[in-house]
């Protein structure tokens, strides 16, 4: 059974930091590029940050880069996105999923599975 489970999200002042996690299980996550995306109600799905199979090669959107980190340990199956620095305007359910797809980064729709996704919230 294919999963991919988030954790990790919470609440936060603004300033603060959250590690999310993602675990993988039910299939070869070593060889599937893994991304974090986010969503607000009414807002379109965001992607945030990928990393390759390798975790050689990253990915950022233009508004989390120098405060996020992704990264990805394949002994474990999961993958982290550390953030810090964190401001209202992040906050949103965070989803992780996996695509199989050469292509870097790959577009939303190559990404095969997800996860439920975690809710980070970041108010004072």
């Known amino acids: 059974q294919v999963q991919l489970v988030e954790s990790g999200g919470g609440l936060v002042q603004p300033g603060g930091s959250l590690r999310l996690s993602c675990a993988a299980s039910g299939f070869a996550a070593d060889a599937y590029t893994i991304g974090w995306f986010r969503q607000v109600p009414g807002k379109e799905r965001e992607g945030v940050s990928f990393i390759r199979r390798s975790g050689l090669n990253t990915y950022y959107t233009d508004s989390v880069k120098g405060r996020f980190t992704i990264s990805r340990d394949n002994a474990k199956n999961t993958v982290y996105l550390q953030m810090d620095s964190l401001k209202p305007e992040d906050t949103a359910v965070y989803y992780c999923?996996?695509?199989?797809?050469?292509?870097?980064?790959?577009?939303?729709?190559?990404?095969?599975?997800w996860g439920q996704g975690t809710q980070v919230t970041v108010s004072s």
């Open positions: 999923a996996a695509s199989n797809r050469w292509a870097f980064p790959p577009l939303q729709n190559d990404f095969k599975y």
